[in-house]
């Protein structure tokens, strides 16, 4: 049975670009915007709370970050701090979460008053705005949150989305704005790319957050200490756009770009190109080039590794011949399986936290997921999105993210070019005990042996 439609999670008022959760907390950051082209739409980093209400995963957005006419492309994610893309620097922003104050903790402190949803409001502050129906006249300094507001609030810096009333069909979380109490903090801005149609294409954080490494449209590969954000150094690694980056053990970084070349490296030395097809004969070097990148643990045994590549057609024809996947020995690099994968044009890739699960999403706007072992698809949905899918990331395996799947296998969300997040849930594969499948065949034999003796007495 094919799935049902996923739900709508969230809908930005720009379109999205990336997403990343937070490995430890029920939060999704999510980012893009309009650029800096003077077209009213606006750029932005959304932080979304996620939870489970009535059985449904849900979405609130907690903060909006605005970030000028800088949109977001790419981002990677390192317990609080975000490394964002945007255009040809990095930016490193520092966010923290507290806690709402209780309903009526502030009340008779400083002259205030109870404000919405618990929130203090200075005196004079108007709260005609809730709702979104009024513009805010509050006074510069208020320290609340327009619910939902189409307007900015004087002196507050925010311009929350408006909020979107009912819920959406089958299973489709609410989404609401929330006064939750998010700072985020600017650390430092980094040029990154120096192409003339320069553009950060690729960022990753390695395991302890220690370095940093960069790629772009110039295809140099930087790589930067980190917090420091030192450049240590700096190389050619492809001729032209470098598509994505991929960090393994011994800080081994792997390229992916768009001349035909897929490189591991140490440091600035080549260790291996890799070679997908050369077990394929009947595919040429240039018909295929590399898209995407990920390592992955390997379940049930923790000193495996693996690394998952994505192939898509070069050239665009008429009748669109498969896109493939492939599964690598993530410490030898040598090619354990390849699988074809649909003939949409993949554009981008994401793994579970246990490497269970790959997660696709394609330039037509559907989803899928595989499961790693065998590069078999588990789940698909056409045209899930209106228009190209920039990212997905699954919801991760700590002990909130477990809450989070209520029961579910797993959990993916998707965000497109369309403004909208979208959640893809994989439900529990049911299977049988062991000692049940052995009782139903003592039972089958059984059931035989009395059958034959009734259809013919004297069997015994």
Known sequence: MAPRRPAELYRAPFPLYTVRLHPQRPLAITAGGGGAAKTGIRNGVHFLQLEQIGGQLSASLLHSHDTETRATMTM???DDIIAAGQDASCHILRFRLQPPEPRGASDGRNGESPGVAGQGLRSGCSVGCFGGLLPCNSPPGCGALCHGSLFPMAGSGEKGPRRRKGTSPAGQGETQSQSGEVTVESLHSVRTDFSPDALQKAVRFN???????????DGFLRLWEFPSMKKTLEFKAHDGEIEDIALGPDNKVVTAGRDFQCC???????VTGLRWNENLPGIPDKAYRYQACRFGTVEDDAGALRLYTVQVPHKRERRPPPCYLTKWDGKSFLPLLTRPCGSEVISCLSVSDSGTFLGLGTVTGSVAIHIAFSLQRLYYVKEAHGIVVTDVAFV??????????????????SVAVDSRCKLHLLPSRRSLPVWLLLLLCAGLIVATILLLQLAFPGFL
Request: proline fraction near 3%.
């Open 207 to 217: 395991a302890d957050a220690s370095l940093l490494v960069t790629g772009g449209a």
């Open 264 to 270: 591991v490296w140490q440091q600035d030395q080549l």
């Open 396 to 413: 991760p395996e700590s002990r909130g993210g477990r809450e989070l799947l209520a029961g579910n296998e797993a959990a993916l969300l």
């Open 76 to 78: 990677a994610l390192a």
